[in-house]
């Protein structure tokens, strides 16, 4: 019964933690990762196609570094449209501006992150919302062993 009432506190609280995980002002600033590309053909293309910047702040990147991310790290993923033309792929619009944000005690339920993604170009309009267990955490639980987090700082 103990567990029930706290998995339901839990659920009760992600649609409010989300709300938590602030817009990353000056993000283009901060430690840049690496970017990739997701063309047609990728499993991920229909969700995550086009190209992807990752940034880090300074504790995300200690976190990198060590492999515990303390709390406090924020990670953001830039995604923007790729159009192709004349042989160059190029920025198109962005689409989403996704944030990790570590805080172990406040986003216990996912891992210690809290996740959010902000649509285009929008500070305030949000993508992930009550969702982030669903959007995001499910598909970064299977990389517990890495912090919850997929990329890595290049050499």
């Not at 933690?17 to 590309?37: C, E, F, I, T």
């Not at 790290?73 to 944030?99: H, M, N, Q, S, Y």
């Not at 172990?104 to 996740?115: E, I, L, Y």
Request: aromatic share 10%; with cysteine.
């Amino acid at each position: 019964m103990k567990r029930l009432a706290l998995a339901t506190l839990a659920a009760l609280a992600l649609p409010a933690l989300a709300a938590d995980v602030a817009y990353p002002d000056g993000y283009r600033d901060w430690h840049h990762v690496k970017s990739m590309v997701i063309q047609p053909g990728h499993g991920l293309y229909e969700a995550f196609g086009g190209i992807h910047h990752l940034y880090a702040n300074r504790k995300a990147v200690e976190g990198y570094r060590t492999g515990k991310f303390p709390d406090g790290a924020v990670i953001v993923f830039d995604l923007l449209e790729a159009p192709a033309e004349g042989g160059a792929i190029t920025e198109g619009r962005r689409k989403v501006v996704g944030v990790m944000a570590r805080d172990a005690r406040k986003f216990a339920a996912t891992g210690g992150w809290g996740f959010e993604g902000f649509k285009g170009d929008s500070r305030t309009e949000r993508a992930v919302g009550a969702d982030a267990a669903k959007a995001c955490f499910a598909c970064h639980a299977p990389q517990k062993d890495r912090g919850y987090v997929f990329s890595s700082l290049r050499k």
